[in-house]
């Protein structure tokens, strides 16, 4: 065997298109590039997103707001969630302490959603309406 003997395997090379040599191979005279436009055209580059001098979709759509990974951890309860804890002062530490929400939460808000007849006081947590409505009148009907 020689250097010069060595061949690759049968089919594992493929001859190139032979683009513009007559309309019997199917790639004659437009060469597979269609009639008339910028990319029928040489040197017919476009850079990405370019829509043939549109306003681009990426200029068009508002750039808005920023919100950072930190902020994002936050954390939705129910009210009838927190009918395990004996505790009526509710806050992050309480809710960890009992295993409610995991340590890497930093916004947790509570919605109405089930039944509580204990009243809770809320400490740096986010209530909805309906939970604050349900507080105020357990706490109307305890004076």
Do not use: W
């Not at 910028?38 to 990405?48: D, L, Y």
């Not at 009526?88 to 995991?102: A, F, H």
């Amino acid at each position: 065997m020689y250097l010069n003997s060595i061949k690759p395997a049968n089919g594992s090379k493929k001859s190139k298109l032979r683009l513009g040599r007559g309309i019997g191979s199917g790639l004659g005279k437009t060469c597979g590039r269609g009639h008339k436009g910028q990319k029928s055209r040489a040197g017919g580059f476009h850079k990405v997103g370019f829509e043939g001098g549109q306003m681009p979709i990426q200029r068009r759509l508002p750039k808005r707001g920023f919100s950072s990974l930190k902020s994002r951890q936050s954390y939705s309860l129910r009210l009838s969630d927190l009918s395990i804890i004996p505790e009526t002062e509710i806050n992050l530490d309480t809710l960890i302490k009992y295993n409610i929400v995991s340590k890497k939460i930093n916004k947790i808000k509570i919605f109405k959603s089930g039944q509580s007849n204990q009243k809770y006081h809320f400490k740096d947590i986010a209530v909805s309406k309906g939970v604050h409505n349900i507080m105020q009148a357990l706490d109307r009907s305890t004076s």
